[in-house]
């Protein structure tokens, strides 16, 4: 029994030392410098975020107002275009055909209006001689008349022939580059039916969708900030139109913005993060929404945490459950109070238990 008693002594002496031994060394360890920061709390972000998409400010998808077989298309997908440049021809036979006849006829219409107007002067000549009747110069102003009318009814005859050849030669309404052929040689084009696409090549501009919760903070000329998604592209603009109507979008209002300037790597159809700076919806709105900055966060696998301070300087790693981004700051749902103090950087790497010193 007695020797039992001092096996247990002898136990409980051993790891009373080395627990002290283990604070002796932990406390030898040298405090690691660190910056901390306050929450910030009942405040809204700086900024709204919205999804966007990149296009051209003209775009057209080009297409005909009659029916023919495709002829030739003049152009290739990429190629760059200028004004009135030539994209597609459709067979116009009969419209030659067509105009064939209405020259025919203003040719003859020519004719008759020349001769009644001979006759209508000479009877003119011949009132005023009394060598002709009321009647008589009434009948022949009569036949001038008709024979006029008929000449300026086939010369419109003919403009209207001359503008449907117009829709048989698709040209380019402005200078761009084309996006897209819808057509092959050979195939039937219908009114309506798009042909060719073309996008203006000069300015670009993202239209983004915002919420009806922040719609009504969006104003024409805001400057915003825009993220290309693909090649994290910073770019900048200014909003350039607001829609005030989701009839049709699911509450989800449509923002147009000019593009200051862009690269050759910015394309049309690219997607885009848009941020809206809002400076005065933290005093018409209080929330409790709690934001930290995304380089104060710590990643373990799945789990998202954040380093705060203990008794005696020691750092701790609170597990957090964070909500949206905005920007460079994330929104923290649960694991930190509005009062509580955390760690933004450190001179030495972190781990929990850490000796820290407040910078």
Same mark, same amino acid.
């Given at each position: 029994m007695k020797k039992i008693i001092t096996l247990?002594?002898?136990?409980?002496? =051993?790891?009373?030392?080395?627990?002290?031994? !283990?604070k002796e060394a932990l406390s030898k360890e040298p405090a690691i410098a660190v910056k901390i920061s306050g929450i910030s709390a009942n405040t809204n972000s700086p900024f709204v975020t919205a999804s966007g998409k990149i296009e051209a400010e003209n775009s057209a998808n080009l297409s005909t107002?009659?029916?023919?077989? %495709?002829?030739?298309?003049?152009?290739? %997908?990429?190629?760059?275009?200028?004004?009135?440049?030539?994209? %597609?021809? =459709?067979?116009?036979?009969?419209?030659?055909?067509?105009?064939?006849?209405?020259d025919a006829s203003i040719l003859q219409a020519t004719a008759g209006y020349n001769n009644a107007k001979k006759d209508y002067d000479r009877f003119v000549n011949l009132f005023k001689q009394q060598s002709a009747s009321q009647k008589e110069l009434d009948d022949m102003t009569a036949r001038y008349e008709m024979a006029k009318?008929?000449?300026?009814?086939?010369?419109q005859m003919r403009n209207e022939v001359m503008a449907q050849f117009s829709y048989s030669n698709i040209t380019a309404p402005f200078s761009g580059t084309v996006t897209n052929t819808f057509v092959k040689e050979g195939d039937m084009a219908n009114p309506g039916m798009p042909l060719v696409s073309v996008e203006g090549a000069s300015r670009l501009q993202v239209t983004a969708m915002v919420s009806e919760?922040? =719609?009504?903070? =969006?104003? !024409?000329?805001?400057?915003?900030?825009v993220l290309v998604k693909s090649s994290n592209t910073k770019l900048t603009g200014k909003v350039n139109e607001v829609s005030i109507s989701a009839t049709n979008t699911g509450g989800q209002y449509f923002v147009k913005i000019n593009l200051d300037k862009t690269d050759s790597s910015v394309l049309s159809g690219m997607f885009v993060n848009v941020q809206f700076p809002i400076e005065n919806k933290t005093e018409a709105i209080q929330t409790d929404r709690i934001l930290v900055p995304k380089t104060a966060l710590v990643q373990q696998g799945q789990l998202t945490g954040i380093y705060t301070i203990g008794e005696g300087n020691i750092a701790i790693l609170r597990w957090l459950r964070t909500g949206k981004n905005f920007g460079n700051q994330v929104e923290v749902l649960s694991g930190l109070a509005s009062n509580e103090q955390y760690i933004i950087s450190a001179d030495g790497k972190l781990y929990n238990g850490a000796l820290v010193r407040i910078q």
């Open positions: 247990v002594s002898l136990s409980l002496f =051993i790891l009373t030392s080395c627990n002290g031994e !283990k107002r009659m029916m023919g077989y %495709v002829t030739k298309i003049h152009v290739e %997908v990429g190629q760059k275009v200028g004004v009135g440049q030539l994209l %597609v021809s =459709i067979n116009n036979t009969d419209l030659k055909a067509k105009k064939a006849q209405v009318a008929g000449l300026e009814g086939v010369k919760n922040d =719609i009504a903070s =969006i104003k !024409k000329g805001m400057p915003v900030h």
